[in-house]
């Protein structure tokens, strides 16, 4: 054979006896190992492509909570601290892989402490939107260990796909947040000599989650369908966030700061605001609650939410983009209704929220009860295209309804 006739790779020039596979073009020749450099090429270039594709935008700490001003009342220190983890967060996970560094930024997950209807949830889903990265709500009360009757602790990422779409790589960088965490907590400050399946047990299986492994998650959830393939998905990107009341908790904060003063000479050194001892938690407290340390240590970043007080309450129902009152008024305007509110009635539904200790929860369970009538009649009374609901108006419902616990003055 000539050296004209010989065939060569059109990419790196190699001989055909010199490669494994040589495949041929129109007008051109390819080898085995070209094609693995250029299947890689594409592979990296496609993982990048996948990323953007899905609008992720990954904004500075002060834009995140700026967003969060929008959505969620009060709570800077909270909406603060949430903002520079997740920040940091992904910004993580961005990094260029370089390996020849020795630096690797581990990733901080969040416990979130605040009494219910301060807005754990809210601020959670909140962020998630923002960056539009898949988000899931698990609840901490139905796991239990692996072989008892529950949910085996993989069920949580099962969320997570289903919130993709199944696409794993956006899984992958999703956030799950795990709502009464608190409820998983030993009953003792001792380690359990029997099995704990819904306390201690579920702390121990949530350990692998947190800090980064490749899980085999059931697609469908692994108790009714045994027989279905499993899906490998890495949590080392996914972002766990969870919140609880520890209802409690502020028993072992008070013991800690030693608040009652015994002896005449006895002074705290500091002025402690006993009516929120929660903004002085620590993880030492959250160890004292039956958390073991080894979950404190994969959740570093604690913060808490502060009591709604009356301004917080009434900001709530009338201040953020999707206020209560704005979607009562949204309601009545897709049946031609137009809703309004006086100032005196927004004050009487507070002052009963005040009463309920139910927080944001407390302001949709009065509207719902005041508006009841309202949203069985007018709809279907063609007449009636204006509703004003006032103070006298509020009280007559409340008085309708019997609210024995609502002492209207």
């Known amino acids: 054979m000539s050296e004209n006739d010989k065939v060569l790779c059109s990419f790196c020039g190699r001989d055909k006896q010199d490669t494994n596979i040589l495949i041929a073009g129109t007008s051109a020749h390819i080898c085995d190992s070209c094609i693995e450099q250029a299947h890689e090429i594409v592979k990296e270039d496609a993982s990048d492509e996948v990323f953007l594709a899905k609008d992720f935008t990954l904004l500075k700490p002060k834009e995140i909570k700026t967003h969060l001003d929008d959505f969620v009342i009060g709570q800077d220190d909270a909406k603060k601290v949430m903002s520079v983890a997740v920040y940091n967060h992904y910004k993580r996970i961005l990094q260029p892989d370089t390996t020849d560094e020795d630096i690797e930024i581990e990733k901080s997950n969040i416990i979130m402490v605040g009494r219910t209807g301060t807005g754990k949830t809210l601020i959670a889903r909140s962020i998630a939107k923002l960056l539009k990265v898949p988000f899931c709500i698990a609840d901490a009360t139905v796991l239990t260990e692996a072989g008892y009757v529950g949910e085996d602790v993989e069920s949580i990422l099962t969320r997570l796909l289903q919130a993709a779409d199944y ?10 947040f795990i709502d009464e965490i608190d409820k998983v ?22 350990l692998k989650l947190l800090e980064g492994t490749i899980v085999n998650v059931p697609p469908q959830g692994g108790r009714k369908h045994p027989d279905q393939k499993m899906i490998a998905l890495d949590t080392k990107d996914i972002l766990f966030i969870s919140g609880g009341a520890f209802d409690g ?18 002074e705290n050194k500091e002025v402690i605001e006993k009516d929120n001892l929660l903004q002085y938690i620590s993880p030492q407290d959250l160890k004292s609650f039956g958390l073991i340390p080894e979950l404190i240590g994969r959740m570093p970043v604690v913060t808490h939410l502060n009591p ?6 009434k900001l709530i ?10 979607q009562y008024q949204k309601l009545f305007d897709m049946d031609g209704i137009a809703l309004s ?3 005196k009635a927004i004050d009487i539904i507070v002052d009963k929220a005040m009463e309920f200790k139910l927080g944001a929860r407390g302001l949709r369970s009065i509207c719902e009860a005041i508006m009841l009538d309202a949203m069985f009649e007018f709809p279907s009374d063609e007449s009636k295209k204006d509703l004003k609901i006032t103070a006298a108006y509020i009280k007559t419902q409340l008085t309708k309804l019997s609210f024995t616990k609502l002492k209207v003055a």
């Open 308 to 313: 709604l007080d009356r301004a917080a309450l």
């Open 185 to 206: 907590a030993r009953k003792s400050d001792n380690p359990s000599i029997t099995r704990d399946v819904s306390g201690e047990g579920v702390q121990q299986a949530m």
């Open 167 to 176: 696409d794993v790589e956006q899984a992958k960088r999703g956030i799950v």
């Open 317 to 326: 129902l009338t201040e953020p983009k999707n206020a209560l009152t704005k």
């Open 249 to 266: 908790v502020e028993r072992h904060i008070s013991a800690r700061m030693n608040t009652s003063s015994i002896g005449f000479k006895s």
């Open 341 to 343: 509110f006086d100032k």
